[in-house]
Every structure is written in C-alpha cells, then in structure tokens.
C-alpha cells in the first residue's frame, strides 16, 4: 500500500515540468530503502519491529490503577511473548521476568553442554515456568486469558514451546558461521547504502544544474503567467529537495536499522531505538508530510491558476494589470486557506498516531466551536464580508482603495482583515465587517482630474489651445503612451475661482498610473505656458477706504 502509494505520488510529480530527473531519483531511493528492508533480513525471523507493534501495554479496562494491562517480554530485542496483570504492578513483574530471562540466557549461552531445558511445574495451584532449573515466571488466569485460552497451563505449554524454540535459535545466531554470514550481510547492506546514496546525491545535483534559470526581478510590469511559473517553480524545488533529504534520511537511518537488527548482540539496540523514537518519527513524518503537502498544494494552485490566465477563460474583458491584482488576491486567500486546512489534518493524524481517539475530540470541538461562534458572531461576519468581497472583485492586493476617512495601498487581504498601508507608510488595520462603502481607485483603470488656473485676463481660447497640445504629446510620446489609455480630454473653463479661471482635463490612465501622470502633465504644461505667455494667476488682496475725511487728514498730515 505505501509503496503503491509513492510511486503513484512520484508519477503525478512527474506530470509537471522540470520534474522528470527527480521523479526517477525519488523513486529510487524509495523503492531502494524498500529492497534492503526485505531483501536483507533473515527469513528465521523479523528483524525490524514495526512501530505499531511497538506500544509497551493494552488496557482492557477504564484507565485505572486495577484494570488489566499487557507487556512484551523481549530476548535479544525480539518479541517473545506477552504477559497480563494489573497496571499497578506489572511493569514490575516485567522487569523481574525480563532480568531473569537474561541471566538464564547468558548462562545457558555459557554453559559447556549447550542444552536447553525448558519445562512447567505446578506450584500453589498455578504452573510455574523453569529453564534449565532456573525459575523464570509463574502463568497466571490473566496470562491464559491474554492466550485466549481457559487453563493457565495450557499457556505455560505454549510459553515453554516458545522459550525453547527461541533460545535455540539465540544460540545459534551466536555460532561463529551465523555471525560471519550476517556480517557479510551488514556489509552488502553497507556498501548498497553509499552507492544509493552517492546515485541520490548525483541525482538531486544533476535536477539542480537542469532547473538552474536566470531569474528577473518581479514588478508590477512583469506578466502575470510567469510570476505564477515562478512560485509554482519555488513551490515544486521546495517539496523535491525535501523528498531528497526523507530519501537520504530513509537510506542512512533504514540501512543502518537493518544492520543493528542481524546481530543478536546490536539487536537490542535497535529496539532501543525504535521505542524512544517512536513518538518523535511519528510526530516527525507527520510534520513533514504536512509541510510537503502544503508546499504541493501551493504548487498545485499555482498551476490551476496558470492553466486558467493562458487558456483566456478567467476575466476576459478586464485589463492584465486588474487580472494580475485579482488572481493573486485569489491566490493567496486559498493557499491561506489549504494551509489551515493541511495544518488542521496534521494535528489530528498527530493526534491518531499516538494512540489518541480524536472522535470524542472532534465532537467535544464541535460543541466548542458552537460556543465560540455564538460568542464571536463578528469573526464571522468578518469572513462573509471578505469572501463576498473577494468574489464579487470589490477590491484586490495592489489596490489603492479609500475607506471612510482612510486610504492606502491593500497589503494584505484575508477572510477576517484588509491592511492598507497610507500616503505616510502607517499599516492601517480595518476588520472586514466595517467594510460598508469602499472606493476603489485603481480598479481596471484610473483618471487624472487636473484643475488648471489661468488669469481672468488670459485669452481662453489660446489657453485651451496650449493644454490640448501639451495632452496630446504626451500621448505620442512613447515613454507615456502605455500608461495613457485615451486622449486627454479637455472641458473647458469649470468655474470662476478667486484665483481666476479654472480650466479642467481628464486624462484615462492605467490603473495606479494617475498620479505619476499628472506629475508629469503638470511639469510639461508649465512650460508650455510660459513660453505661451499665459501666467497662473497668484492670489492677491486688494484693500478699499470709503471714509474720504480719514484719507483727506491723513494726506494732510504728510503734507
């Protein structure tokens, strides 16, 4: 199942571009590691204890210090059989049977005459197991019903066959012939580890040198396909080269599992090993499955995207600049989303693989999430908002936008808040159930409303003349002419101001380009005015005395 499983997931890697090379060198070392595991251990028995037959004890029973429990009794790392008693007191008869077993092994591997004897006796009602004389363990009613069997001494039978058989197969492995057969194995094992991982390093730095690519700056001006490219690409270098560093670590750490694992003098070890890392290589694999699905996923989005922008069948009537700030909005919200969605996932495969029952968890979570969204009815008006504002397109990140009596530039844009940052580089944070009227300034295009004072004096025709002409060579001028998306337009005289005529024009411009436009407008037209003669008027007071006596005296005086 798990092998089926990565080579299902490698093929679907190989599926996107620049990813041929890796896909083989993954698949390698996956069904490498795979071939050592079952190519190099011994048919006699398993040497590599798998993690789920590793937990210490069951319960049959609420968790108390009475209810009945399991444990493994272990010779030279491998499983023997199970014992049963109260979790109060078993973990020490464990240990009693466990430093037993050893001193008997070691003597009887000692002995000259190298037989075994392994027997059952009666004592007080209950069998009583002895190896070579030497008492080991009493069977009693919780042993036999572990062994699913009604009279204890139809489990010390079994138990007796089972020592026997394995202390006969210890002794063995001990043999000088055994050992050197095993030794060589370890070093077959050995030397397929380097050369797996030399090819899988080989492997990883030829994929390096075929996706090295001169990368440009990303701007505004940059198209909207090849920043996806580039993050799908990021995305994808990102899941490969830590495939590679789980395929290293599967090499290095499986192979020399399997090498502790052929010697009965190492194979503690190896059990060792396995139970103290046990929760840390769940949770690990856990964590990093994780992380790798989330980069994939992003990868993944970006494609979609990609493949729906090239194909023409996403926003086809709005300009590349609107479709840039719309699809990465789009964009970014779903990866926010598939990021909790995986990390959620995680937490409770987490959960699962240390033998926790998430059900009662998740039901407990739903009753809590009831709570807290009876208590938190603004977060969710927050995230209907924001949705209703990312569908219908009301604004996107790059926007310049004005909120009641707030305006910027959207830096950041999620389900709950909208960040914009102003004019004198404050983050202004606003939580989207305020949103009520918002307006957009840099949606699909924008317009430069200019209002240009002339004297009262001025020849208006002259004047209207000399703003047209500035208007349209600005708009032949190939340095403006993208950013200019009509003639200018010029209304005439908009009203009578204290400073003199206004004069007003309207120039269509790309989104976000109306001030830079202006600006430049401006500068092109105060040239042109004074080399037309025309003044912009500067405001001026004039000041009027109606008592005629006041000024007669005071003319007087001076005389």
Known sequence: ???????????????????????????????????????????????????????????????????????????DGRRLFQIAGPKANLTERTENIQEKLLQ???????SPSKEVKVDSRTLNGLPVIYVNDQYLMTINSQDAKLRQVDDPSDAANQIVQ????????????????????????????????????WGLYGWQRRSKEHSVQPLQPISLDTPLTTQ???????????????????????????????????????????????????????????????????????ALIDRFTTAIVSSGALLISETSERLQLRV????????????????????????????INIFPLLAGASLIGVAVSLASQSLIKDAINGFLIIVEDQYA????????????????????????????????????????????????????????????????????????????????DPLWEQQILETPEVLGVDSFGERGLILRVWIKTQPLKQWDVAREYRHRLKVALDKAGISIPVLQQGIWINDFELLKSHVDGKG
């Open 397 to 476: 990140l790059g926007d310049v936008i004005s909120v009641g009596n707030v305006e910027g530039l959207v830096e950041n844009l999620n389900l709950r808040i909208t960040q914009l940052r102003d004019s004198e580089g404050r983050l202004i944070t606003i939580p989207n159930s305020e949103i009520k009227i918002v307006a957009n300034l840099s949606s699909r295009w924008s317009r430069a409303d200019l209002n240009i004072p002339v004297a009262y004096n001025t020849n208006v025709d002259e004047a209207l003349k000399v703003i047209k002409a500035v208007g349209l060579e600005m708009e032949q």
């Open 228 to 298: 996806l490219k580039r993050q799908q690409h990021t995305n994808l270098k990102e899941v490969k080269r830590r495939l590679f560093q789980l395929g290293q670590a599967g090499i290095w750490g499986g192979g020399i599992l399997i090498i502790l694992g052929l010697f009965p003098y190492t194979r503690s070890l190896q059990l060792g090993i396995f139970l103290g890392l046990e929760i840390p290589l769940q949770v690990g694999v856990v964590a990093l499955g994780t992380y790798v699905s989330i980069r994939f996923s992003y």
């Open 162 to 197: 089972t020592l026997e058989e394995r202390l006969k197969l210890a002794l063995l492995e001990r043999q000088t012939t055994s050992l050197t057969r095993q030794g060589a194995i370890a070093a077959g094992t050995g030397l397929t580890m380097i050369i797996m991982s």
């Open 104 to 110: 008997i092994s070691q003597d009887y591997f000692t």
């Open 1 to 75: 199942m798990a092998l089926a499983y990565s080579v299902t997931y490698c093929y679907s890697i190989a599926d996107v571009p620049e990813g041929g090379v890796l896909v083989r060198s993954q698949f390698l070392a996956i069904a490498g590691s795979i071939a050592i595991s079952v190519w190099f251990v011994p048919k006699a028995d398993a040497q590599f204890p798998f993690l789920h037959n590793l937990l210490p004890s069951t319960s049959s029973s609420n968790d108390s210090e009475s209810k009945i429990v399991s444990n493994w009794i272990y010779l």
């Open 328 to 355: 990465s909005t789009i964009s970014w919200v779903s990866k926010g989303i598939i990021t909790i969605a995986w990390v959620v996932v995680g937490f409770l495969l987490a959960l699962m693989s240390l033998g």
